[in-house]
T-cell receptor, first 118, second 117 residues
């Protein structure tokens, strides 16, 4: 079955450490997204990528970095500059990301990664 | 600025009854899409229903229907015949061509629904 795989499910970060969250999709989707969810709140967009080798900052990109070297992979690095990284991180994808005709495409989500500070 | 507002932090409903979850939105884009997602306690986001801004009829998917009132900028989710498994967080989201020509999904804060036996 096609889908989005996020790993690990749980992750712990030490002070001053960078950690990388994995997101892999086998849906052949062009667009991928990273969201952060704090307890009891909605999702906020961190980064998104419409196509390989291209990505754009979302609303809360500070302290995070991404890469998109392959169509199926969109890893998120939480850097030491992110002072409050404890949250639930969700990765999503859509077949395409641009153009008016793509606005009806629902985002497919992975199961998420819970990141905590040690 | 684009915005989604869900004014009900929590809702209770008796099993087998219908419930309406409110969602209002704000956008200046002429073309946009509205989505509802369900998030159980396990955390995954489950797509429920979609409504396009130009759709003439309200969307329906099984027990889910969307009460779309474009002039009021509201897109309320109606769940008929509630089941215990419907207990979850529900998020309203909007997608359109925002800045830079890229589609982005904007989420509301969510409504926690509890279904009682």
């Amino acid at each position: 079955d096609g889908g989005i795989t996020q790993s690990p499910k749980y992750l712990f970060r030490k002070e001053g450490q960078n950690v990388t969250l994995s997101c892999e999709q086998n849906l052949n989707h062009d667009a991928m997204y990273w969201y952060r969810q704090d307890p009891g709140q909605g999702l906020r967009l961190i980064y998104y990528s419409q196509i390989v080798n291209d990505f754009q900052k979302g609303d809360i990109a500070e302290g995070y970095s991404v890469s998109r070297e392959k169509k199926e992979s969109f890893p998120l690095t939480v850097t030491s500059a992110q002072k409050n990284p404890t949250a639930f991180y969700l990765c999503a994808s859509t077949p395409s990301g641009t153009g008016a005709g793509s606005s009806n495409q629902p985002q497919h989500f992975g199961d998420g990664t819970r990141l905590s500070i040690l | 600025a684009q915005k989604i507002t869900q004014t009900q932090p929590g809702m209770f409903v008796q099993e087998k009854e219908a419930v309406t979850l409110d969602c209002t939105y704000d956008t200046s884009d002429p073309s946009y899409g509205l989505f509802w997602y369900k998030q159980p306690s396990s955390g995954e986001m489950i797509f429920l229903i979609y409504q396009g801004s130009y759709d003439q009829q309200n969307a329906t998917e099984g027990r889910y229907s969307l009460n779309f009132q474009k002039a009021r900028k509201s897109a309320n989710l109606v769940i008929s015949a509630s089941q215990l498994g419907d207990s979850a967080m529900y998020f309203c989201a909007m997608r359109g061509i925002f800045s830079g020509g890229y589609n982005k999904l904007i989420f509301g804060a969510g409504t926690r629904l509890a279904v009682h036996p």
